[in-house]
């Protein structure tokens, strides 16, 4: 039994994403940290050192935000991944994003496994 569910495919699985497995994230929480897509995890950085920096000034929200965008525009371009991959149009467009994690460092699927969970 056990070898005739490993040569199903994962899809369908609640922890499924494009051939890689999730599921240890449910007992171990940890694991969300563990694969934050590391260019997201480098920007929310430079975003929360910006925040302390304007902290210290008496400057309005819209200023605030027109110099973080033009800051901002260099820091993307200053922050490369080894390895990205072009995806969908999301901020980032790197096709191993999911959410804000990287597939990359998740486990791959191995097909369906004892736990399978049908997707709601
Ligand atoms: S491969 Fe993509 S999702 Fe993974 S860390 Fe690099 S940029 Fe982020
Ligand atoms: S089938 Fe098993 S290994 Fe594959 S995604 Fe689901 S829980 Fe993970």
């Known amino acids: 039994m056990t070898e005739l569910l490993s040569t199903l495919p994962g899809t369908g699985c609640a922890y499924y994403t494009q051939g890689h497995c999730m599921r240890k994230i449910k007992s171990d929480p940890g694991f969300h940290d563990a694969w934050?897509?590391?260019?997201?995890?480098?920007?929310e950085t430079a975003f929360d050192?910006?925040?302390?920096?304007?902290?210290?000034?008496?400057?309005d929200q819209d200023t605030i935000m027109r110099i973080w965008s033009r800051r901002f525009a260099t820091i993307k371009a200053g922050v490369r991944c080894p390895h990205f991959i072009p995806g969908e149009n999301s901020i980032l467009s790197c096709g191993l994003l999911h959410f804000d994690l990287c597939r990359?460092?998740?486990?791959?699927?191995p097909g369906r496994c004892r736990f399978f969970i049908r997707e709601e």
């Open 104 to 109: 990359r460092k998740m486990p791959p699927c």
């Open 36 to 43: 934050r897509c590391s260019v997201l995890e480098k920007w």
């Open 49 to 59: 050192a910006y925040l302390d920096q304007v902290d210290c000034f008496d400057i």
